[in-house]
């Protein structure tokens, strides 16, 4: 049987259709299981990704890649069971065990919530990461290996498998590369690590950009980049840290200031500048109209005068972080002051001589963003420096239906969240130099 993934908004959808061949891994029974339509979408997953990793384990590592020995599906809502030493009442997750080598998931919260809010995608990815903890005990995980490592190798190796996919060699799952995964990345935003908390603390998976990171690494690099993720590479890219003794809540939670203060954006305005000296554009608060290019909203850029133009009503709604237990709200301070970062970057671009306008300005965009982004970070001595969440910030930003992060002078958005994230990325992670000659 084949089960098509595609995307329809931000939702992955899984349709069935008859006639084809099933994939070439042994078959396990689920124990526990009620047989509805959680369980066989799990199994199908399961059965997919192994045999991904039967066909790619020996090419790469040069050994044989054996199945897991068991599943197990519970519900977490109902009696407790006993699983790999722990109880599963009120445990909605899913696990690898490599006591007796086999994943279970919860059937009766975690895998149908997952589902209804991404599509279904996100729980072949969710089950694709746990078999990625079952490659590193192949592989033979040393005893000692930060939580951190283990989770962000297991994130790249979904990465990996979900190319595979996307490249049309899977049997059991058909996903577009492009529109179809952003539900993934939106599930990894979703169960991301708390703001303020430490990458090297226990249990740790990190935030929302370390792990598209290192899901990036293994799509566009394969499953031999994943495994030479150590804990010095995390420690050099990883923004993921915790509050410090001077951050306080102004009543937007710590990490947050208002975006309409008059100081913060003066500091917005100098970081800018040192990042990109040669480009001097007018900053104004009024939304004078544009001979050549629309006001885009909530921040704009005139090529004609030079001129950027703010929102500031629209800003502060973008800034204001979502409160627990509310609906709408906006994202977060440095969603806010990275929409203006990338309408300045855009002087930057046309200075150079570039085109601001179609599918590669709007990566080149985001990638400069990112640049601008990376010289200030916690401890650069920057006017406005990164405080913990605000790279997750700006993935939210660039996961949205629209975003202006990764968008031209026009506004029109880069085509998937995939490739907005990676060209922030590329940015933030390298140099302008990167953004100029890959972005063209």
Same mark, same amino acid.
């Given at each position: 049987?084949?089960?098509?993934?595609?995307?329809?908004?931000?939702?992955?959808?899984?349709?069935?259709?008859?006639?084809q061949? /099933? =994939?070439?891994?042994?078959?396990?029974?689920?124990?526990?299981?009620?047989?509805?339509?959680?369980?066989?979408?799990?199994?199908? +997953?399961?059965?997919?990704?192994?045999?991904?990793?039967?066909?790619?384990?020996?090419?790469?590592?040069?050994?044989?890649f054996?199945?897991?020995?068991?599943?197990?599906?519970?519900?977490s809502? &109902?009696?407790?069971? $006993?699983?790999?030493?722990?109880?599963? /009442?009120?445990?909605?997750n899913?696990?690898?065990?490599?006591?007796?080598?086999?994943?279970?998931?919860?059937?009766?919260?975690?895998?149908?919530?997952?589902? $209804?809010?991404?599509?279904?995608?996100?729980?072949? *990815?969710?089950?694709?990461?746990? %078999?990625?903890? +079952?490659?590193? @005990? #192949?592989?033979?995980?040393?005893?000692?290996?930060?939580?951190?490592?283990?989770? !962000?190798?297991?994130?790249?190796y979904?990465? *990996?498998?979900f190319?595979?996919?996307?490249d049309?060699?899977?049997?059991?799952?058909?996903?577009? +590369?492009?529109?179809?995964?952003?539900?993934?990345?939106?599930?990894?935003?979703?169960?991301?690590?708390?703001?303020?908390?430490?990458?090297? =603390?226990?249990?740790?998976?990190?935030?929302?950009?370390?792990?598209?990171?290192?899901?990036?690494?293994?799509?566009?690099?394969?499953?031999?980049?994943?495994?030479?993720?150590?804990?010095?590479?995390?420690?050099?890219?990883?923004?993921?840290?915790?509050? &410090?003794?001077? $951050?306080?809540?102004?009543?937007?939670?710590?990490?947050?200031?208002?975006?309409?203060? /008059?100081?913060?954006?003066? !500091? @917005?305005?100098?970081?800018?500048?040192? =990042?990109?000296?040669?480009?001097?554009?007018?900053?104004?608060? /009024?939304? +004078?109209?544009?001979?050549?290019?629309?006001?885009?909203?909530?921040?704009?850029?005139?090529?004609?005068?030079?001129?950027?133009?703010?929102?500031? !009503?629209?800003?502060?709604? %973008?800034?204001?972080?979502?409160?627990?237990? #509310?609906?709408?709200?906006?994202?977060?301070?440095?969603?806010?002051?990275a929409?203006?970062?990338?309408?300045?970057?855009?002087?930057?671009? !046309?200075?150079?001589?570039?085109? %601001?306008?179609?599918?590669? *300005?709007?990566?080149?965009?985001?990638?400069?963003?990112?640049?601008?982004?990376?010289? %200030?970070?916690?401890?650069?001595?920057?006017?406005?420096?990164?405080?913990?969440?605000?790279?997750? $910030?700006?993935?939210?930003?660039?996961?949205?239906?629209?975003?202006?992060? =990764?968008?031209?002078v026009? &506004?029109?958005?880069?085509?998937?969240?995939?490739?907005?994230v990676?060209a922030?990325?590329?940015?933030?992670?390298?140099?302008?130099?990167t953004?100029?000659?890959?972005? #063209?």
């Amino acid at each position: 049987m084949l089960r098509i993934i595609t995307a329809i908004a931000a939702v992955a959808t899984v349709v069935a259709c008859a006639g084809q061949p /099933a =994939a070439p891994t042994v078959d396990l029974p689920v124990s526990g299981g009620d047989g509805g339509a959680i369980d066989k979408l799990a199994a199908d +997953a399961v059965t997919d990704v192994q045999a991904f990793w039967q066909e790619t384990f020996p090419s790469t590592f040069n050994g044989e890649f054996t199945p897991v020995r068991r599943l197990v599906s519970y519900d977490s809502t &109902g009696a407790s069971q $006993e699983f790999c030493g722990a109880k599963t /009442a009120g445990v909605p997750n899913a696990f690898y065990c490599p006591a007796d080598d086999s994943i279970a998931w919860d059937r009766g919260e975690l895998l149908p919530m997952l589902s $209804e809010s991404f599509g279904e995608a996100s729980v072949v *990815a969710v089950l694709a990461h746990e %078999i990625g903890h +079952a490659v590193q @005990l #192949r592989l033979g995980d040393r005893p000692g290996t930060p939580t951190i490592v283990r989770e !962000q190798q297991a994130d790249c190796y979904t990465g *990996a498998y979900f190319r595979w996919t996307t490249d049309g060699k899977s049997r059991t799952f058909k996903l577009d +590369a492009g529109q179809g995964l952003n539900p993934i990345l939106s599930t990894l935003f979703f169960i991301r690590d708390a703001v303020g908390s430490d990458f090297d =603390a226990q249990g740790a998976h990190g935030s929302a950009f370390d792990r598209v990171t290192a899901f990036q690494f293994g799509f566009s690099e394969g499953p031999a980049r994943c495994a030479r993720i150590d804990i010095a590479e995390i420690s050099r890219r990883s923004t993921q840290q915790k509050f &410090g003794p001077d $951050e306080r809540d102004v009543g937007l939670g710590k990490g947050n200031i208002r975006v309409d203060d /008059a100081q913060a954006q003066e !500091q @917005l305005i100098r970081t800018l500048r040192a =990042a990109f000296p040669r480009s001097q554009p007018t900053v104004t608060r /009024a939304r +004078a109209r544009c001979a050549d290019a629309p006001l885009t909203s909530p921040v704009a850029y005139c090529p004609s005068t030079n001129v950027i133009s703010l929102s500031m !009503q629209d800003l502060v709604k %973008i800034g204001t972080p979502p409160r627990r237990g #509310r609906e709408g709200g906006g994202i977060g301070d440095f969603a806010a002051f990275a929409e203006i970062a990338s309408r300045y970057v855009l002087s930057v671009q !046309q200075s150079a001589g570039l085109t %601001i306008e179609g599918p590669a *300005a709007a990566q080149r965009t985001a990638c400069l963003t990112g640049t601008w982004a990376a010289t %200030i970070v916690s401890g650069s001595g920057a006017a406005l420096e990164l405080s913990p969440g605000d790279l997750d $910030e700006a993935v939210a930003e660039m996961l949205a239906p629209k975003s202006l992060i =990764a968008a031209d002078v026009k &506004g029109a958005s880069a085509s998937s969240g995939f490739d907005r994230v990676e060209a922030f990325r590329d940015g933030f992670l390298r140099s302008a130099d990167t953004c100029l000659a890959k972005y #063209r």
